[in-house]
């Protein structure tokens, strides 16, 4: 029998039985979650099930970030909808203000070859952790509150071999607007994207995160990589270095598709209106102006991507007729940047700092464009009316690319 990938690995470990792609399976959940979009609905759904109880209340999470803090009454309605939930099953709660749940998740909740249930498409984002990581509807997390269990099929993988070095100022989310581009926004479709090579194994774990978090922006299920010293490093500065678990593919593994890109070719790519798979070059766009700069999200909210911008800004000004909203992903990354002084360059440079959570990414408040605005955001989608009105265009660039045409007020790398 060949080897298995790191999809079969794990959906194999809670299955108690070796799985094959294709083949439908029950497997046991370690971590659920849902955040204020998609909480009501499964909590309506669970107490149709007619459980009395949660399956793992510690392992059950509802966050508050998309719309934190509350925008309009009917949400906040909403919210206490998820609250009372929360108390009265002793499910886990994150409230506004405490970042976006697929930073709280790898922050806190998730280890290497556990299986996370979210009702969020970018679930996914925790694969980098070496879990299988996947969104699904409402219905399906109710299943897995009340029995610990879900159903899937298991996926196919894709090996994406990232050999080479990045150019100077080039980062994972070029590397992934690339890679989608040259695949197209369906082109994983319920396949397993599985990261590896010399480029991949030199990437810190904030770069990972990014690229398993727009895995779904290719159709994918999951997107998932090796366990290492940097993931090892990562568990132990969150106070959870025992959950480490040593997880690699096997040599032999078979692969639907084997796709190698040499990291030092990538030149900063932006995603186009209205389409994630719609990507062209920075340095073709200069005619286009902006009218907003976003900095922040589940894609690339973390320190580090805050590091670049502020390095950029430093006694700089924003573009007049730019406004620039930064977003930390957490009140761990918050605090962080204020105590390396990154929000007083902000706040010099121009910038509106939001709270820790999901901002104007999903078109809720906190940034909404005006119609026929254009956004360069760093977030992972652009879909006609993402950010609140479907008579904006957003591009979708790295940090590095946000910071630079804040500065000039039009796309430039």
């Known amino acids: 029998m060949s080897g298995l990938t790191l999809a079969q690995k794990i959906i194999s470990q809670h299955c108690d039985k070796t799985v094959t792609p294709g083949e439908l399976v029950i497997a046991r959940v370690d971590v659920a979650a849902v955040q204020d979009g998609t909480g009501p609905l499964t909590i309506q759904e669970f107490k149709k099930l007619g459980?009395?109880?949660?399956?793992?209340?510690?392992?059950?999470?509802?966050?508050?970030?998309?719309?934190?803090?509350?925008?309009?009454?009917?949400?906040?309605?909403?919210?206490?909808?998820?609250?009372?939930?929360?108390?009265?099953?002793?499910?886990?709660?994150?409230?506004?203000?405490?970042?976006?749940?697929?930073?709280?998740?790898?922050?806190?909740?998730?280890?290497?070859?556990?299986?996370?249930?979210?009702?969020?498409?970018?679930?996914?984002?925790?694969?980098?952790?070496?879990?299988?990581?996947?969104?699904?509807?409402?219905?399906?997390?109710?299943?897995?509150f009340a029995l610990g269990k879900t159903w899937l099929k298991v996926p196919s993988s894709f090996k994406i071999v990232v050999n080479g070095k990045f150019k100077e100022n080039v980062c994972s989310k070029d590397l992934m607007l690339y890679l989608i581009g040259k695949i197209g926004a369906d082109g994983a479709t319920y396949r397993a994207l599985e990261f590896c090579g010399e480029a991949i194994k030199n990437m810190s774990m904030t770069e990972r995160f990014t690229l398993a978090n727009m895995a779904v922006e290719a159709g994918a299920k999951a997107g998932l990589f090796e366990t290492d010293d940097k993931t090892l490093e990562f568990l132990r500065e969150n106070g959870r270095e025992e959950k480490f678990v040593e997880l690699k593919m096997d040599d032999d593994a078979e692969y639907e598709r084997v796709i190698e890109i040499d990291a030092s070719e990538i030149i900063p790519c932006v995603s186009c209106p209205h389409t994630v798979d719609n990507v062209k070059f920075a340095k073709d766009l200069k005619d286009i102006k902006v009218n907003q700069v976003f900095v922040g999200t589940c894609t690339n909210g973390r320190i580090e991507d805050l590091r670049v911008v502020a390095a950029v800004l430093k006694g700089k000004k924003k573009h007049p007729d730019v406004r620039m909203i930064i977003v930390p992903a957490s009140p761990k990354i918050y605090l962080q940047a204020a105590k390396e002084g990154l929000i007083q360059t902000f706040i010099e440079a121009g910038a509106t700092f939001l709270p820790a959570g999901c901002g104007p990414c999903v078109g809720v408040h906190g940034g909404i464009l005006g119609d026929g605005e254009v956004c360069l955001a760093t977030q992972n989608r652009n879909f006609q009316g993402r950010m609140g009105n479907t008579k904006g265009f957003i591009y979708l660039a790295s940090p590095y690319v946000a910071a630079k045409t804040a500065i000039a007020g039009y796309i430039t790398d």
């Open 51 to 144: 459980k009395s109880k949660l399956a793992n209340p510690s392992r059950t999470i509802l966050f508050i970030d998309h719309a934190a803090p509350s925008p309009r009454k009917e949400l906040s309605n909403s919210h206490l909808v998820i609250r009372d939930f929360a108390k009265e099953y002793g499910a886990v709660i994150s409230d506004i203000g405490e970042g976006v749940c697929h930073q709280r998740l790898v922050e806190s909740f998730v280890n290497p070859n556990e299986i996370l249930v979210g009702a969020d498409s970018h679930t996914c984002t925790s694969g980098a952790l070496g879990a299988f990581a996947t969104g699904m509807g409402s219905t399906d997390i109710a299943v897995a």
